[in-house]
């Protein structure tokens, strides 16, 4: 990535973090990192979305030109295989995983797929009151799924639903059965988004002890934490970590992809191969397509994300050549810009700038009365003011035109 320095990562030439997460007592050991996108997997789960077989392809697509390259789809949905054939047709740089169901697996191969995600429910209340059956005839039949998928020719990965409620002892059982089988790797499940950040780190470390599998996670975001559990599970040393375009997915979605990819670039000064500026792009696309808009307050993509009403201490910055000062790192590090709105908390560098984008001058006397006047009609409309009013209001103020 461009500017990045290694001797002082946290201070790019777009961004500048916390020295202090470089720390030789916080170190996390250098390892491969892949970003493994469920927005068409988990956007079956979620419900308020239903997606096309065009929509899936133009997700994949979407999905290669801003970097990722790795996906999923369900084969329990209407439609499964002639989405897995219109995108394994357009031979994408995008290893794509499906669910090992039996009786429909089996076309999926024929198509070209080669990585398959093997279902185990690893929670005893799930093996007893959800599916009847006994654990280890659950382990057998999921055992039985690797070594079939192996014999294929597949790459393959246990992913064990609910880890966050199963006691140690069954999770391990279930990771050397899976290695002895031949999965490459393991994904360890936050199906209920119950688990604080330590917690996943402390089962991602565990289950590497156990065995040489990588160890991918899955975390939904209940509490709000996905985010930072699926940091938490890379500090632990994670190598797949499940991420989601604007985070849709089951009740209350899962990690982000944009929230878990900037973390990794400024806070960790990893190269996530990701293009940051696509980020907004690929946000809007997935909006577009679910109908489901992203949050106003979403960090990186959202509408407020860059929106401020101040910018005095900003435009000093500017001033000074230490832009990036003023912000956890720079929005145009991912194709956005900031947006300056003038309202009840205004001050009179953001009336300013905005004077300056109509072509409008005005002299300190009338700037501050310009001010005060869009502070008051910002709290009497409950709103900031649009651009229109803005301008009404700096030329009833006095205000002139440049040329």
């Known amino acids: 990535m461009p500017g990045r320095d290694k001797s002082s990562p946290w201070h790019g030439e777009h961004w500048f973090c916390s020295p202090h997460n470089f720390d030789d007592s916080l170190a996390v050991e250098p390892h491969r990192v892949e970003l493994h996108d469920i927005t068409m997997r988990d956007g079956e789960e979620c419900a308020d979305a239903a997606m096309t077989v065009d929509d899936k392809v133009r997700i994949a697509e979407a999905l290669c030109l801003t970097g990722i390259r790795r996906t999923e789809l369900f084969l329990t949905v209407p439609g499964w295989r002639e989405a897995v054939r219109a995108i394994m047709r357009r031979r994408l740089p995008l290893d794509l995983y499906v669910n090992w169901h039996p009786g429909r697996v089996e076309k999926a191969l024929d198509l070209g797929v080669r990585h398959i995600m093997v279902w185990y429910w690893i929670a005893d209340h799930h093996q007893k009151h959800v599916f009847n059956r006994s654990r280890a005839e659950l382990l057998e039949s999921a055992i039985g799924q690797v070594e079939a998928a192996r014999k294929a020719g597949c790459t393959v990965n246990l992913f064990m639903p609910e880890c966050s409620r199963t006691p140690l002892d069954q999770i391990r059982e279930a990771v050397i059965a899976a290695e002895r089988a031949g999965a490459s790797a393991v994904t360890m ?31 939904h975001n209940d509490f709000g934490m996905s ?11 994670a190598v797949g ?19 878990v990819v900037m973390a990794l670039e400024v806070l960790y000064g990893v190269d996530t191969g990701v293009r940051l500026e696509m980020l907004p792009w690929l946000s809007r696309l997935v909006e577009e397509i679910t109908g489901i808009k992203c949050g106003y307050f979403k960090p990186i993509v959202g ?42 908390w205004s001050d009179a560098g953001a009336v300013e700038k905005k004077l300056v984008e109509y072509g409008l001058t005005a002299s300190a006397e009338q700037l501050q009365t310009i001010l005060t006047e869009c502070q008051r009609r910002g709290i009497a409309l409950h709103r ?3 651009d229109d009013e803005v301008v009404s209001t700096a030329l009833a103020c006095g205000a002139r035109h440049s040329d």
Request: with cysteine.
């Open 227 to 237: 985010t930072a559990n699926v940091l938490a599970a890379y500090d632990a040393g």
């Open 189 to 219: 499940v936050d199906s209920f988004g119950v688990m604080r950040p330590p917690a996943v780190a402390f089962l991602v470390a565990r289950i590497r002890e156990w065995s040489g599998l990588d160890v991918d996670v899955h975390c």
């Open 241 to 259: 970590l499940n991420v989601c375009v604007n985070g849709v997915g089951y009740r209350a979605g899962n990690a982000p992809l944009d929230e």
């Open 303 to 344: 509408d407020g994300a860059f929106s401020v009403e101040k910018w005095g201490g900003v435009r000093k910055l500017e001033e000074a050549g230490q832009r990036v000062f003023g912000f956890a790192f720079e929005p145009e590090v991912v194709g956005r810009a900031p947006r300056v709105v003038v309202g009840k």
């Open 384 to 386: 900031p003011l649009n």
